[in-house]
């Protein structure tokens, strides 16, 4: 298997001090699997930093965002946690596997 190499832009992203991760109210429709967040929050930052609201820059800023939360010290959000697994899963198989449609509201 040939594996290719990624180069990746590296942005720094603002997000107010005084927003907290768990700001986002991040949770899954239990019937639908859907993610379902505060998009406001999301969309702001979005604005602030002159990116576009889009799903790809919507799932790098809330990865990049709990990550930064946890190497904080900050406590593990259940559903932050299954849609990583969610995306190693696909990068891994190729498969998409998330829980639902995963659209933006």
């Not at 990624?6 to 005084?18: E, F, G, L, Q, S």
């Not at 019937?31 to 604005?47: P, S, V």
């Not at 190729?94 to 639902?100: A, D, F, L």
Request: aromatic letters at 6%.
């Amino acid at each position: 298997m040939r594996r290719g190499i990624y180069i990746m832009h590296i942005t720094k992203i603002r997000i107010p001090a005084d927003l907290q991760f768990s700001d986002l109210r991040l949770a899954r429709d239990p019937e639908t699997g859907d993610i379902e967040f505060d998009a406001e929050i999301l969309r702001e930052i979005c604005e602030d930093n002159d990116l576009p609201f889009s799903e790809e820059i919507v799932t790098s800023l809330m990865t990049a965002w709990y990550q930064h939360h946890r190497a904080q010290g900050g406590a593990p959000d259940q559903v932050m946690e299954q849609i990583i697994a969610e995306i190693e899963a696909e990068e891994i198989t190729g498969v998409e596997i998330r829980g639902g449609s995963g659209s933006l509201n």
